[in-house]
């Protein structure tokens, strides 16, 4: 049991743990597919049964709590999509075993809720791409009330305790509460363990910890901000919030999302960014845009006021800081 009293959290722990069953499920099959690696249908199966999956448990749960989403039905609707639709009810059946296809577009279409007062937030699966690599991915979750996140969690299939990779699961699921602190348990079991940052202050010390896609990261910038800053360690790669997980146990120390040279307009979307923003704050830990400003997440779906993200164990968050506004003023960046 976690050490703490909350309705809602209880809820996200065992929505996640379920809707991890269903990527799992989904991954398992994955790995014995003989497919081209283009083929993203197996990662988009696993993305709307697991939203089908969690929108059909708040409904029971909570039947009067938004729900926003990544995914919406409308590109399953059409006559062409109903083998994809099939293969999703197949794998929402490991949960829900009389589901109808007609259920699971109405679940999902759920998950269209307004990001209002009180609301949820899922990305069924963050960090598509590791999740088609069979490497890092997340199911994550959040509940918001007045802009604030009350309770999160991320369930990582691939992270087991110590921050190891683990190829077959069960993985880890890393729960927050706003106000009372982050912890971790072995998904398989409810043995929860308190998820405490490192103490790391100096640069030699410092485990940076990057995107693998180097477009999100921005890669070649911030290895100009980390030189800066002194740090030599080579960053851990890594898809998805799982970061904030290695990052709120203590394995890692910082990273970032700085604004694509491409696109300096783009904008974190709230599920990618909500759940871990809980796991690392409740953690010790600390999470602001690239300018320093404190998130905002009163915007609807994307954090329209905060450009990109620093995320540390909270000692080097100044220092961190400074570094990026040396670089960025010494013009060493393209944005
Ligand atoms: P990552 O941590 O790189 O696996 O990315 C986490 C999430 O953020 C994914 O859902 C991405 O789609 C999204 N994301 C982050 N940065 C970008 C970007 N520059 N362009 C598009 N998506 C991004
Ligand atoms: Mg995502």
């Known amino acids: 049991m976690i050490p703490v009293q909350s309705p809602e959290l209880e809820f996200a722990l065992s929505a996640v743990r379920q809707a ?4 799992m499920a989904v991954s398992r099959q994955l790995a014995h597919m003989e497919q081209a690696k283009e083929d993203r249908s197996p990662v988009t199966v696993a993305d709307y049964a697991a939203q089908a999956v ?17 995914e919406s039905s409308a590109a399953l609707r059409g006559p ?11 794998f929402v059946r490991l949960i829900f075993p009389k589901a109808s296809a007609k259920d699971v577009l109405a679940w999902i279409d759920r998950g269209r809720g307004k990001p209002e007062g009180r609301f949820w937030t899922l990305d069924p699966v963050d960090g598509t791409k590791g999740f088609l690599r069979g490497e890092h991915y997340a199911v994550a979750f959040a509940l918001l009330e007045e802009g604030k996140v009350k309770a999160a969690v991320l369930g990582c299939p691939h992270l087991g305790p110590g921050g190891v990779f683990e190829k077959e699961g069960p993985g880890t699921l890393s729960a927050a509460l706003q106000g009372a602190g982050s912890w971790v348990t072995r998904a398989d079991s409810g043995h929860f363990q308190r998820l405490k940052v490192s103490a790391h202050s100096q640069p030699c010390d410092i ?129």
């Open 20 to 23: 991890m069953k269903v990527t």
């Open 54 to 70: 969690v929108a059909a448990l708040l409904a029971e749960r909570f039947p009067q709590d938004a729900l926003l989403g990544e």
């Open 80 to 90: 062409e999509s109903a083998g994809l639709l099939e293969k999703i009810t197949e």
């Open 207 to 335: 485990q940076a910890l990057r995107s693998v896609e180097a477009s999100h990261a921005n890669a070649s910038n911030m290895e100009t901000v980390f030189r800066r800053y002194g740090i030599h360690k080579t960053p851990i790669l890594m898809d998805s919030q799982a970061k904030y997980a290695f990052v709120a146990g203590g394995f890692g120390d910082l990273f970032f999302y700085l604004t694509p040279v491409k696109r300096p307009e783009y904008r974190m979307k709230i599920w990618d960014v909500a759940p871990g923003a809980l796991v690392i704050q409740e953690a010790g830990g600390r999470i602001t845009d690239m300018r320093g400003g404190a998130l905002d997440f009163t915007h609807g779906e994307t954090l329209a006021v905060n450009p990109g993200l620093v995320i540390s164990n909270g000692r080097i968050h100044e220092m961190a800081l400074k570094a990026l506004r040396e670089v960025q003023a010494s013009r060493e960046t393209i944005t």
